[in-house]
Nanobody
Framework: QVHLVESGGGLVQPGGSLRLSCAASGIIFNINDMDWYHQAPGKERELVASIARVGTTKYADSVKGRFTISRDNTKNTVYLQMNSLKPEDTGVYYC???????????WGRGTEVTVSS
C-alpha cells in the first residue's frame, strides 16, 4: 500500500521559512518523479515545484528564488524548503509521486501552511 505523508507545515510570519517533508512508503521511490502542489483557500491546486527521478528541478514563477525542492532517495523523502514566505503562500501543500514507468500517480493528504503576522 502506497503512503505519502507530508509534514512540516505550520504558522509562520511573512518573511519566515519552513521546510516541508514528504515521506513515501510502498513505492520504489527512485523511479518516481516528485512534485509539490499548493492549494490556496478557495482556489485550485497548483504545481509549485518538481524534481525528476534524475534530479532535474522546475519551479513555478511565483516561487522561483524562494523555494527549493530536493530529494533523498536513501530516505524515500522529498523536501520543500520555503524561504521569504508571503501571505499568498498560505494554503495546503500536497506531495505527489508519479511512477515514471507505469505513470501511476499517488497523492499525500497535505500539510497546512499559514503565513500571517
Amino acid at each position: 500500500q502506497v503512503h505519502l505523508v507530508e509534514s512540516g507545515g505550520g504558522l509562520v510570519q511573512p518573511g519566515g521559512s519552513l521546510r516541508l517533508s514528504c515521506a513515501a512508503s510502498g513505492i520504489i521511490f527512485n523511479i518516481n518523479d516528485m512534485d509539490w502542489y499548493h492549494q490556496a483557500p478557495g482556489k485550485e491546486r497548483e504545481l509549485v515545484a518538481s524534481i525528476a527521478r534524475v534530479g532535474t528541478t522546475k519551479y513555478a514563477d511565483s516561487v522561483k528564488g524562494r523555494f527549493t525542492i530536493s530529494r533523498d532517495n536513501t530516505k524515500n523523502t522529498v523536501y520543500l524548503q520555503m524561504n521569504s514566505l508571503k501571505p499568498e503562500d498560505t494554503g495546503v501543500y500536497y506531495c505527489r509521486a508519479t511512477n515514471t514507468i507505469s505513470r501511476y500517480v499517488y497523492w499525500g493528504r497535505g500539510t497546512e501552511v499559514t503565513v500571517s503576522s
